[in-house]
């Protein structure tokens, strides 16, 4: 039986929260430059349909996030029964409006409002979020170059360089192929000239594909699913996965766990990042820097 | 050592031309129903630039397929000294005429031409090449369905499905990742639930990952690189690759070759294409499909 005893701790890890801290300070400092020499900041519009509360709690923490690095913040919060037309009516005020260089609609929008359509209604140069198909299409192409990355992907190959984790030549399995995470961020490892594997529900044997991999992103959203067993010795793991697990150890009832077993995973990793406190902190700091880099595109032209 | 009596052949081999003239009976079938119905046939604008040879070969059996299943084609030879602007207002032109239903420009274009920007001038509706960045992004994307899918991608899982290969839950290993071919199958062999890998140039062992692949699509344009070792017994193996190579014992100096060594893939792949007869002929039936779709998009709408 392994013991937890700190010895048994072999890899690194990847501490999310001081690597976004550090961007979060580069980023503060190039607003400052950007208002000193232009008189303007960056603006991103945060909007949010309805009061649930894990939505309400994203949103607060962006919006408390721009306020620390100098950016903007637009705040639009709309009841849950706005109807399309209406939200689609503020969207194009938004892009309309040159203070703001970022639009963000929080996810999910109620029942009744197409989420495909309203997000195609902000302008491109807006698309902080980097969901419009064509900011993927140019994401996937060789040659070409998105506006915007996607905030969770562009922060889960963040947190490889900052750790000192090539790509390239590498093999890199990518658990998931979700639109926001899985499929942009193998989009990007492709693009970083890895050996880009996809492994998703529909793969009958998912720890003979992983087993191979030298870099594991998990983003299937299935709490602890990846065993420490399932991967090879030395393997940089970045887990997207944010799970509630029950605990009634715990006030609120329950935990955050990642789609890692980070216990076993982390004697055989090479490097691994911890839930929470890995790519949570990233995907807010990329957020901050797709809105400056949007500002900067609008502003400095 | 092996020898080369038919008997050591084991793979069925798919019959490419057979099966796209099955798929151009279908399509001139259904090109007389709407003419027919509406009194209208689809049309596909063919441009051409300047007098490569391949290209024009390439072009003049396009043209001529599209003849015999009853699609007009339209048919624009530019110099070589075209300019760009003269190109796009053409590309306007054909966008206009509600008579072409699908615009096809061939490529490469001379050197003075930013293909790009010539390419994304082209109306999305009529995008039967399937290249434009918004139609990529909508193909990787789940819940997202392009327009129009490349042809030579189509016509790679056109080959699979009409052989009886599965795809759902199989190993797919992609052979390169090109805007043209291997992106857009590995993506449609992901929306088909394949466990996908793509193998490039910059992978250090592509013979190890290629060897654990149910279907593997070679479309690396290296005469010959997929040795016969490389394939797992049993494997569905299409073949892109069209390279030529010197043999002085034919009239032209050089023959077509494959990616795979057919000869010796032959003996271990459960089925695989040949080349030439094998790819080719779909990518062109796949070119008249969706000129047919946009027709009837545009027509019966």
Chains 1, 2 share one sequence.
Not at 127 to 136: C, E, K, R, T
């Amino acid at each position: 039986m392994a013991t937890s005893s700190p010895s048994d701790n072999k890899a690194t890890i990847i501490d999310g929260k001081a690597i976004a801290q550090t961007i979060r300070s580069e980023i503060a400092s190039e607003v400052r430059d950007l208002s000193q020499k232009y008189g303007k900041v960056p603006g991103l519009a945060v909007v949010i349909v309805g009061s649930r509360k894990d939505s309400q709690s994203y949103v607060s923490m962006k919006r408390k996030a721009c306020a620390e690095v100098g950016i903007k913040s637009f705040d639009l919060d709309l009841p849950e029964d706005v109807s399309q037309d209406e939200l689609i009516s503020k969207v194009h005020e938004l892009n309309a409006n040159p203070d703001v260089h970022g639009i963000l609609v929080q996810l999910p929008l109620p029942k009744h409002i197409n989420e495909e359509k309203v997000l195609g209604e902000i302008n491109i140069e807006k698309d902080v979020d980097g969901f419009h198909p064509l900011n993927i299409g140019k994401l996937a192409m060789k040659g070409r170059d998105p506006l915007f990355l996607p905030c969770t992907p562009k922060g889960c190959l963040e947190l490889l360089s900052r750790s000192g984790v090539s790509i390239k030549g590498k093999k890199a399995v990518v658990v998931g192929r979700s639109n926001i995470v899985g499929l942009p961020v193998a989009l990007l490892l492709l693009k970083e000239d890895a050996t880009v594997t996809i492994v998703h529900s529909r793969t009958p044997d998912p720890e003979i594909v992983i087993r191979e991999a030298d870099i594991i992103i998990a983003a299937a959203g299935q709490a602890s699913m990846i065993k420490g067993s399932w991967i090879k010795p030395g393997a940089a793991v970045i887990d997207v996965g944010t799970n509630a697990v029950d605990d009634p150890t715990r006030k609120s009832g329950y935990r955050l766990v990642g789609d890692v077993d980070f216990h076993e995973a982390s004697k055989v990793a090479g490097c691994i990042t911890p839930v929470p406190g890995g790519v949570g902190p990233l995907t807010v700091a990329m957020l901050l820097k797709n809105t400056l880099d949007g500002a900067k595109r609008a502003i400095a032209q």
